[in-house]
């Protein structure tokens, strides 16, 4: 097993990979916004000035890699578009099964009306059937 880099080397690795990831992001970022104009493609808003930095490239293949001169795997999303995006994409079974061991079965999940015929007064009774 492969020990772990001291802690200055995991640093120097993670500005190595921010600066990566920066540098990637600018340049399809600026391309995005000079193709396309300031507006989510979802909702519709439009975005300028300081606000523009609130409006993100979201990648429609969800491959980050693949970034076409022509920007047709682009679109401008606000942020909450992008999240909503994301979480779509997820839900319709694109993710691994690792995420899905963290999701609790339906009968562990709390149920909020689940003492409430006791509340009620309805101990054992079946409230719909009273007359």
Not at 30 to 56: I, N, Q, Y
Not at 79 to 86: P, R, S, V
Request: proline share 7%.
């Amino acid at each position: 097993m492969q020990t772990p880099p001291n802690p200055e080397r995991q640093a120097q690795i993670q500005a190595e990979l921010r600066r990566d990831l920066e540098i990637r992001q600018k340049g399809y970022r600026e391309r995005a916004l000079k193709l396309f104009p300031h507006v989510c493609a979802s909702c519709g808003r439009e975005f300028s000035g300081k606000r523009l930095r609130e409006l993100t490239i979201h990648h429609k293949d969800h491959n980050h890699t693949n970034n076409p001169n022509d920007g047709s795997n682009w679109e401008l999303l606000c942020l909450y578009c992008h999240d909503h995006e994301h979480e779509k994409y997820k839900l319709k079974g694109y993710v691994d099964a690792s995420t899905r061991a963290n999701v609790p079965a339906p009968s562990k999940i709390a149920n909020p009306f689940e003492k409430l015929d006791d509340l009620l007064g309805f101990k054992g009774e079946n409230p719909s059937t009273k007359k």
